[in-house]
């Protein structure tokens, strides 16, 4: 079967289409400027890439420019759309979705009725559905939700200090996200390390960051919390904070709870701290040369990554294997270096040599001689987890 699978941004749409049956990757790109003048990248292997620019008005008409392409006689990958067996939905937030589903009309209702905790993702992952949805009518579309990876996290675990009535009113708890990342990254690792029981910590690095503690296949704690803003330091949003912090800031500026919290959002993290970039590169760079508050950021940065990783290996009472995936986390060499570092008390060393030679893109295993926790590097790839789900629910 042939899966399309979709993520869609409030202004963008990116794709793939997999041949599920050879697990290939037969055409992906990317739909972007949507509702403003509107552009289009079409990539196929081992051929040149494709781009241009598109009268986009909305998702409808991105979906609809996307089946073009994948049928066009030169450009194309599939002689018609109806080769498309079902196509899969990236949605960052499903609420208490515990699994992924065929997307009906309760879904859809249900998924629009947690906007209001979903604000940035949520509308944009339901206009690319509708989109989808209207353009081909007749096979099944699937939600794959990121937070429902942690939705069996124990109650302990999700459930915050606060009045418990908020809770139980306004579902105020810990959801968690990337899901789909550490779901695809940790069975590769249980299945390179060899024990269906293993404890792993997987560390998703990028512009947005996340570590999760799974155990059996389970997970059982993650770093992001009500909203992707919890956690370790990102491009531009702060992480984890005392909560005093947005109150003491919103009086002393004057700003509003929506003001602090794009303050927090999308001028704080790395960017906040170093005032150069929200780009690890820049930052870097910026270091090399001199910059304190740059070198500052990248210390926090890693200070606070091995704090959530030694309070996992306390959760899990150890560790058989931790690893690095996304962006920052498959790329960044001194990362990785500096994370390991002074981590031989936990079992946790790598070798520096290989970590500094290892090709990008691939599996590659850090663990230095004699170190009882292996470490990996694994690239993630959420949109064949996504697929992979697609598949199953459409057969």
Wanted: glycine share 10%; net charge negative; proline share 4%.
């Amino acid at each position: 079967m042939k899966i399309l699978v979709v993520n869609a941004g409030s202004s963008s749409l990116k794709y793939q289409l997999f041949d599920m049956d050879s697990g290939e990757v037969l055409a992906k790109g990317l739909c972007e400027r949507i509702g403003i003048d509107g552009a289009i990248t079409h990539k196929r292997p081992g051929k040149e890439d494709y781009a241009q620019t598109a009268d986009l008005k909305d998702h409808k008409a991105a979906i609809e420019l996307v089946l073009s392409l994948l049928t066009d006689a030169e450009l194309g990958v599939i002689a018609s759309a109806d080769e498309i067996g079902a196509v899969g939905h990236r949605f960052a937030h499903g609420g208490k979705m515990k699994k992924s589903a065929i997307l009906g009309e309760d879904e859809i209702a249900y998924l629009e009725s947690i906007i209001e905790i979903n604000p940035l993702h949520g509308p944009p992952a339901i206009s690319g559905f509708k989109g989808c949805k209207a353009v081909m009518p007749n096979i099944p579309h699937v939600g794959v939700f990121d937070t429902s990876y942690y939705s069996d996290m124990e109650e302990h675990a999700y459930v915050y200090p606060i009045p418990y009535e908020l809770y139980e009113k306004y579902q105020i708890r810990r959801y968690g996200f990337h899901g789909t990342s550490h779901r695809f990254v940790a069975a590769k690792a249980q299945e390179l390390v060899g024990n269906k029981n293993a404890k792993i910590i997987t560390c998703h690095l990028g512009n947005g960051s996340s570590i999760t503690a799974t155990v059996n296949g389970k997970a059982i704690d993650t770093s992001m919390g009500f909203t992707p803003q919890d956690g370790v330091p990102m491009g531009t949003r702060s992480g984890a904070l005392d909560p005093t912090v947005p109150s003491y800031i919103m009086r002393k500026e004057g700003l509003s709870a929506d003001e602090v919290e794009k303050l927090l959002n999308s001028k704080s993290g790395l960017l906040g701290v170093s005032g150069v970039s929200s780009d690890c590169r820049d930052i870097r760079a910026a270091a090399a040369n001199g910059n304190h508050r740059a070198e500052l950021a990248m210390k926090i940065l890693v200070h606070n990554i091995k704090k959530i990783i030694g309070s996992y290996v306390a959760e899990m009472n150890g560790v058989d294997a931790l690893v690095f995936t996304a962006g920052i986390g498959e790329n960044d060499r001194a990362l990785r270096a500096e994370v390991c570092r002074e981590m031989s008390y936990l079992g946790i060393a790598i070798n520096e040599e290989l970590n500094e030679s290892c090709p990008r893109g691939e599996d590659v295993e850090l663990t230095a001689v004699g170190a009882s926790v292996r470490t990996f590097v694994l690239p993630t790839n959420e949109e064949y987890m996504i697929a992979l789900d697609t598949l199953n629910l459409s057969k």
